[in-house]
């Protein structure tokens, strides 16, 4: 297995790795450890750079099987047991870490308002939409989640990342904050993102150590998504 540094420490922006193994049809290598996120949970893959010496390697795509974290190269893959540092995209990423975070804390806002779980959910850098079942939900609320989420975000909450393990992270059903449980069946540790008194749920994706890293946020719609699904989707103020 790969180590995944971008669990434990989602600011490291480098790190020195090791090709354990490659596959030349996809044009992928297997490294020994990483901080590229390989996506998940609606946050999109990493991007950036292996280096080999004074040699740039473009990684274009990251994905997670059993075996490891794969990088998918521009380039010619480098041979087995070859040395590479590691280099990411990092103001893309640190959007995506301002975003995800931003997206929990809408969680949370919601969660406290309505009592409703997330019914889907995506992000891109800077902006993100969340889904969720509000057949109730009034127009004029619109402007009072959005100041309230402001509000929270402002507040510079902590983040904090534990782990728990599986038969544990069973116990505690408010964890899971989708309308259905998505945690693969043969997980047998759970990394939870607990932003402090606002929102507290299993999730994979890179975060910020603060809500006042997010900055604030613009609630840009709602939309009625039938069946009373509501989308909500917002941008970050720049």
């Keep these: 297995m790969t180590e995944q540094i971008y669990s434990t420490d989602a600011y490291a922006r480098t790190m020195d790795g090791a090709v354990v193994r490659t596959d030349t049809d996809d044009n992928r290598v297997l490294l020994d450890r990483t901080v590229f996120y390989p996506g998940g949970g609606g946050q999109p893959h990493d991007v950036g750079a292996l280096w080999i010496g004074d040699d740039r390697l473009s990684v274009v795509r990251v994905t997670a099987d059993r075996d490891g974290v794969w990088h998918w190269l521009e380039e010619d893959v480098p041979g087995v047991g070859t040395d ?21 804390a809408m969680c949370g806002v919601i969660w406290r308002r309505y009592q409703v779980p997330v019914t889907g959910g995506n992000m891109d850098a800077g902006e993100g939409r969340l889904d969720f079942e509000l057949p109730d939900w009034n127009s004029e609320d619109k402007p009072g989640v959005e100041a309230e989420l402001n509000a929270e975000l402002e507040n510079r909450l902590p983040v904090e990342v534990s782990f728990l393990p599986r038969e544990e992270a069973d116990q505690d059903p408010s964890l ?19 932003i402090v008194g606002l929102d507290r749920q299993a999730d994979g994706g890179t975060h910020v150590d603060s809500t006042g890293e997010v900055g604030t946020i613009s609630l840009a719609t709602v939309k009625s998504k039938g069946r009373g699904f509501r989308r909500f989707r917002f941008t970050l103020d720049e």
């Design 176 to 194: 899971i904050r989708t309308k259905i449980n998505l945690l693969p069946s043969d997980l047998r540790e759970v990394r939870v993102i607990d």
């Design 84 to 104: 590479v540092r590691g280099e990411l995209d990092w103001d893309r990423r640190y959007r995506m870490m301002r975003t995800h975070t931003a997206m929990h």
